[in-house]
Every structure is written in C-alpha cells, then in structure tokens.
C-alpha cells in the first residue's frame, strides 16, 4: 500500500487513529537527532563556531511557532482529512432516507456502506505508487477531483447502480487521502512542530464526521436531503482544488528528484528563515538524503529476523483486533441501530447520534493528550474492558426492546412485537391491525416503503432505548480513547527506523 520512505516521514492517517501523533512521539523516544532535523534523521552539530551557529538557529526553531504561511499550508491540506470524515459519515444519516427511496434490501444496503470500503481499498493500493511517482501534491489534487466526481454522482443518483458507483467513487479519493494527506503535512511541517500539525489531520477526520452527522440531522426531514448531504461534501474539495495549485510540492519529494533548489526553498519557506540560514537548510537537506538511503537498505525477510517477529506478530493483532472491534459498524449504522432501539423516526435518531460522533472526535483529543501519562498498555486494557462492557449491555438494551424473536418465514409471525417486526426488512408494522405485515411488491420490482412507527413508542421513547443509546456512546468513548488511538502509537514505537515503514506497512 504504501513506499518505505513515506512511512519514514509519516504514517499514514485513518479514521480515528493517531498515526501522526504515534509517528512524532516515536522518533522523539527512539531517534537521537538535533532538535532543528525536519526528517527524523540525526546529524552531528559538532563544536565550530559555524556548526554552532546551526545549533542556535535548531534552538530557534524548536521554540518558535510555526509559520502563518505554515498553518495555511496545512489547514489547505488537512481539507482532505475533512473530506475522509465527512465521506465515511454521511452515510450513517443518509441511509435511512436512502433506504426508504430506493427499497433497499438489507443486502443492498450493506453494499452502499461497504462500497466506500471497497473504494479505499483500490485507492490505498494505488496512493503509494502515484505519490512516488507523481508526487505528494498532485495525488493530492487528484483525490479532491475524485471527491467531487463522486458526489456529483451520488447527488444526482436515481438508480442504485450509479449511487453504488458513487460510493465506490469516493472510496478512491479517501483511499488515496488517507496516505498522501498525513504524508504531504509530515514532510512540509518541521519536527519541533509536526505532532501537532499533523494531529489537525487527525481531529479533521474525526471533525469531519460530526460535520456529516450535523448536515444529515439538519436535512433529514428535507425533500432529497440526503442528496443535498452528498452534494455539500463537493464543497470542500472544491477549496481545495482551486488552492492547492498554489502550494509548494513536499521538499522530501523533491529532494528524491533531484530538486535540492527546490526543496531547500521549501524548507526555507516553511521554517520562516531567510537566506541567511543557508547553512542550516544544507544540513536538513543532508538529513533527509540520509534518510532516503537509509530507507532502502532494508527488506521485507529483515521482518523474519528473530528480534522483530514477536513486535510484528503484536502489531500485526492490535490491528485485527482494531477491525474486529466493530467500531465501524456502530458508525456507519449508528442512526439505524438507534431506530432498532426504539427511537421513532429517522430525524430523532440521526440527531441522537450526534452523540456518538462527538464523543468520537472529544476522545481522540483526549487520547492525544493523556496518552503519555498513563501508558499506552494500561490505557489500552482499560478501554477495551469498556467496550466489552458497552457492547454487553447494548446487547442486553436490545433483548429488552426485541427479545430473543428470530427470524421468521412470514411477517405475520412477528404478531404485535412491532420492534422485531421492523428490524425485518420484508415487513411493515400495521397500526391499525397492531399486526406485523408483508410489504408486498408493487408489480414494477420495486418495494413500497411504509414508515410505521411502533404504536406503544409514540408516546415517548422507553427507558431500554436510552440505555441502548448511552451504552454505544460509551462503547465509542472507550474506542476513541484506547483501540482507535493506541495501535499506532505502539507499533510506531515497536520498530527501529530502518524497518517502521516496511514493518507499519505490514501490520496495517
């Protein structure tokens, strides 16, 4: 998926995960390198006058504040980690409306969400090759014209096939974000900075996820509002593509092409110095050199190597683990599984998981900053005893509500249990009758949408639905807290930098 030297500079973003933050922490722990080294490189300062000279202007550096021109750059470029959040997120409040225009099996459904899945696959697959190739800011470029397609597609969508397409569409165009974005910013921001640049990443996507669940709660009672919620995703890519032209390529970038001009030029633009600083700039430049060959020394067997099998093995099952834990099932369903849990409309659900979203993004955040103090093993094991927990009593929430009623050859056999009647996508509940019923067909293969809601919730939600409700909220906040966070941060830390990048990208 990804080129060693790019993980060598960054790791790669995902939702939730704290690569960028993992990344800075480790070379910090792990590196002995001068506080000025943009690359995560050593070089010696040495005792000259000259050489202390460098010294001082590192000094400088680390204690200055990055650059407005610098917080531009990035805030342009963390656009794309928006664009991630927002993607993967809207779906959760646009299903239920979709599912209701389109009839959609429950099948059906599960390939319109799994369809951006797919599109980050193949766009992953393809960001590390293009970004060598190409470089970091036209990858950049061609994921933002990939969002728009995308949502051009979705908004105007009046068949399944082509909102199916549209999903896969974007897919690509977070595939390729998710890499080249952290990537891009990694290489641009300066090391006494580059945590906390590259974390904007971060709270972006997550940002952009609670953005999504905000626009659909707002538009979920509109006329085609969930075609006005995929239209408002091109906007942002929109800025982008008309800025992005204006920003200067990744000077690690440039300096593996051969464009040391270029590159130190960069470096001198982002850092803040003048031309005075030659010197300084010459070193950075050096470092990143060094880094780019010390990169390619290594090979994939190096992983075999009886010192690195177990650190693998444990990276490799901290992310299985992290896939396993079905975070993303309760992001991407999270307003259905609130509608299952006795919510009664598909407005009160999606502005209830709101909550969710936001107690995503504010445990990232707290993650990022506590993570340090208590560890990263005792936070993990904490927060993955919470999820269980979270997860038993959501499972214990929905017995109350439905029961242990199961599948059923007939919708009538569902009787007046209105909410395991309606967790069944062939059946409608009859007010009138109090009777589960078959929808039936049209005659033109389509199947009429009935939005019944069960009689003995209408007058107010029950006590089952709020536990429901408060037990996925915790489940979330021990994710954003521990397994969202934690396998990047440690299996950053587990690796020489020699190995890290072929090693992360063997693990993820």
Not at 203 to 229: E, K, N
Not at 279 to 307: C, G, M, N, P
């Amino acid at each position: 998926m990804t080129t060693d030297d790019q993980h060598d500079s960054t790791t790669p973003s995902i939702p939730n995960g704290a690569r960028s933050r993992a990344n800075s922490i480790s070379h910090a722990n792990n590196i002995s390198m001068d506080t000025g080294s943009s690359t995560g490189v050593s070089y010696n300062a040495g005792n000259s006058k000259d050489q202390k000279g460098v010294s001082d202007i590192a000094a400088d550096v680390e204690d200055s504040s990055p650059s407005k021109f610098l917080y531009l750059l990035i805030t342009c470029l963390a656009i794309g980690g928006f664009l991630f959040g927002y993607d993967t997120g809207v779906i959760a409040g646009a299903l239920l409306p979709i599912k209701e225009e389109f009839g959609l099996s429950s099948q059906e459904q599960e390939f319109v969400v799994g369809g951006t899945t797919l599109g980050a696959i193949l766009g992953g697959l393809l960001a590390g090759a293009l970004s060598d190739l190409l470089g970091r800011k036209p990858v950049t470029l061609l994921s933002s014209s990939i969002f728009v397609i995308g949502a051009a597609l979705m908004t105007f969508a009046h068949k399944y096939w082509l909102l199916l397409l549209g999903r896969v569409v974007v897919g690509v165009g977070v595939g390729l974000a998710a890499l080249v974005v952290p990537l891009y910013i990694g290489e641009l921001a300066p090391s006494a900075y580059r945590g906390r640049l590259v974390t904007m990443n971060v709270l972006l996507i997550t940002g952009g996820q609670l953005v999504a669940y905000l626009v659909s709660s707002a538009l979920t009672d509109v006329t085609d509002g969930w075609r006005w919620m995929m239209a408002i995703s091109a906007l942002p890519a929109i800025l982008q593509l008309v800025t992005l032209p204006f920003l200067p390529e990744s000077p690690r970038y440039l300096v593996k092409k051969g464009d040391i001009p270029g590159a130190e030029a960069v470096l001198r633009r982002c850092m803040g110095l003048s031309d005075a600083n030659d010197e300084y700039i010459a070193k950075e430049v050096d470092a990143i050199r060094e880094s780019l060959e010390l990169s390619h020394k290594t090979r994939y067997r190096d992983l075999l190597r009886k010192d690195l099998r177990r650190p693998l093995i444990i990276a490799c099952f901290m992310q299985l683990w992290q896939q396993l834990s079905g975070f993303n099932t309760a992001m991407y369903y999270s307003a259905t599984i609130l509608k299952m849990a006795g919510f009664p409309n598909a407005k009160s659900a999606t502005l209830f998981s709101l909550l969710i979203a936001g107690t995503n993004m504010v445990m990232t955040m707290v993650a990022i900053k506590i993570i340090d103090k208590v560890g990263r093993r005792k936070i993990l094991l904490v927060t993955m005893i919470g999820m269980i927990a979270g997860l038993i009593v959501l499972g214990v929430a929905f017995i109350k509500i439905v029961g242990f009623t199961v599948l059923q050859d007939s919708c009538v056999q569902y009787g007046d249990n209105c909410a395991a009647c309606l967790t069944d996508d062939r059946c409608y509940f009859q007010d009138a009758s109090n009777t589960c019923q078959d929808m039936g067909w049209d005659g033109t293969g389509t199947r009429p949408v009935y939005s019944g809601i069960c009689p003995n919730r209408s007058g107010g939600i029950k006590a089952g639905s709020w536990v429901a409700l408060a037990s996925l909220v915790f489940y979330v906040a021990s994710y954003g807290l521990g397994l969202g966070n934690a396998p990047w941060l440690i299996q950053s830390e587990l690796f020489p930098l020699d190995i890290r990048g072929k090693a992360t990208g063997m693990a993820t």
